[in-house]
């Protein structure tokens, strides 16, 4: 961890919590764990036992988006802080022009992937606007998972953009798959995949396997 | 902080999930059948609104044929 540099800092909170007595695994209050939406019986890792405090150090919208981050860690598939693997994952999906900053995909692409993102970083990396923006839709829980949320992004912008520009085919296997499901969101899919051609299902003896 | 990596679970993305959830349906549906669930699936076609298309078959090797 960073030295301390100044009174308040997220620094020095880090190297006064890394000298105290607190256990590695917090057994944690009721509130804590419901504010986290850690189980109990499930350990309150160090990790989330710090990420609750991050809203106690001076509040700016970097910090706000990575402590955030930690907190909802887990919905990634694991409880650890944000680390560069994440934002390689997400700049794939992420446009360049007003959310990164210029040069940041192949600054993101060069970091070890298991290194911790620091505010620093994502300063570095993030249009000011764009942190605000994760910060936003973390708190607000509606796309804890950013990148299925940018993947359903490309894919309606697909759809609505480039669709045109293709023939497109789909069998009737994955016309029932659209068709079942939520019934609201099978709804939608089926009326997107309206008028689509589909290849023949020919008998077992006319299928062509070359 | 390290130790919270051996609490690594695989990452399941719901809406593939969903889609694989549906495909097991219909292919329990069928007993688990390919040659049954492909004749619910003919049958389905026959009666569909969609237009059905026979397409010529792909060689290996001819990129322009496969799909992106």
Redesign the interface.
Known sequence: MCEPKRKGSISRFFAEEATSQAPPHHSGTTAMRTRLQVPAGVPLLEANYRAIRFPLAKRTRTRRARGTAHVHGRDYGCRRPWQFQDLQLWAEWLRADGVLKHGAKAVIAKRDPLVPVRDADLEELFEHETIAAIGRHLLRGTARDLVTAARQQLTHEWWRLRRSQFEVYISQLVLDEAAAGDPEAAAGRVAILEGLSGPGIRSAGAVHTG | ?N???S?????????VA??R???A??LAAAGFDL?R??QH??E??AV????????P?R??GHRSGEAA
């Open positions: 902080m130790d919270a990596r609490s690594e679970a695989p990452w399941v993305d719901p809406i969903e889609v959830g549906a495909r349906t219909l040659e669930l492909a699936l003919r389905e076609q569909s609104s969609h237009p059905t298309v026979t397409l078959s060689q290996p």
